[in-house]
T-cell receptor, first 113, second 112 residues
Framework: ETAVFQTPNYHVTQVGNEVSFNCKQTLGHDTMYWYKQDSKKLLKIMFSYNNKQLIVNETVPRRFSPQSSDKAHLNLRIKSVEPEDSAVYLCASSYWGGQNTLYFGAGTRLSVL | GEQVEQRPPHLSVPEGDSAVIICTYTDSATAYFYWYKQEPGAGLQLLMS?????DRKEEQGLTVLLNKKDKQLSLNLTAAHPGDSAVYFCAVSENNNNRIFFGDGTQLVVKP
């Protein structure tokens, strides 16, 4: 049963536009993540938040900005999208530390024309 | 830092055969090991997780083997069926460390 919810499922936009993706988890976890999955299925961590605080900010272009209102929500905004931003963006959540099994949402597929 | 290598990148087996996917890691402090399955258009679904004190775990036609000496983790799907066709990822993490490292994935195709 899905417990990490992502919206939208798909988004098509043009270069230079701004997009926002939403993620909510109902598992009671305190840590949330954004991953980027490219066309070859490779996973790359972008950000992680623990209790609304940014923990990990990998080398990501500054046009990407995460936003967390509480520990159950982590949104991702992309200002001025580029063609290389076309990918699937996966949200995940876990408990912090120890056996931190990740639970993933179904992903948001972004196509930049 | 931790390096995780997963092989093969692509695997095709006839229905009923077994399929084996192997991951190697580099950090001896690695404590937790995971296998995920990703079906088309979906997120990653946890298949199994094991702690470093476990050498072998079996669940519902899946066998995970952990060889800490060689720093190798494997997933064996016995009697694979077409519904097992998906991308499989291994992942590892250290104790009390929230960093999780994924392999590059294996595209498994089970032919009827």
């Amino acid at each position: 049963e899905t417990a990490v919810f992502q919206t939208p499922n798909y988004h098509v936009t043009q270069v230079g536009n701004e997009v926002s993706f939403n993620c909510k988890q109902t598992l009671g976890h305190d840590t949330m993540y954004w991953y980027k999955q490219d066309s070859k299925k490779l996973l790359k961590i972008m950000f992680s938040y623990n209790n609304k605080q940014l923990i990990v900010n990998e080398t990501v272009p500054r046009r990407f900005s995460p936003q967390s209102s509480d520990k159950a929500h982590l949104n991702l905004r992309i200002k001025s999208v580029e063609p290389e931003d076309s990918a699937v963006y996966l949200c995940a959540s876990s408990y912090w530390g120890g056996q931190n099994t990740l639970y993933f949402g179904a992903g948001t597929r972004l196509s930049v024309l | 830092g931790e390096q995780v290598e997963q092989r093969p990148p692509h695997l095709s087996v006839p229905e009923g055969d077994s399929a084996v996917i192997i991951c190697t890691y580099t950090d001896s402090a690695t404590a937790y090991f995971y296998w995920y399955k990703q079906e088309p258009g979906a997120g990653l679904q946890l298949l199994m997780s094991v702690f470093s004190n476990v050498d072998r775990k079996e669940e519902q036609g899946l066998t995970v083997l952990l060889n800490k000496k060689d720093k190798q983790l494997s997933l064996n799907l016995t009697a694979a069926h077409p519904g097992d066709s998906a991308v499989y990822f291994c992942a590892v993490s250290e104790n009390n460390n929230n960093r999780i490292f994924f392999g590059d994935g294996t595209q498994l195709v089970v032919k009827p």
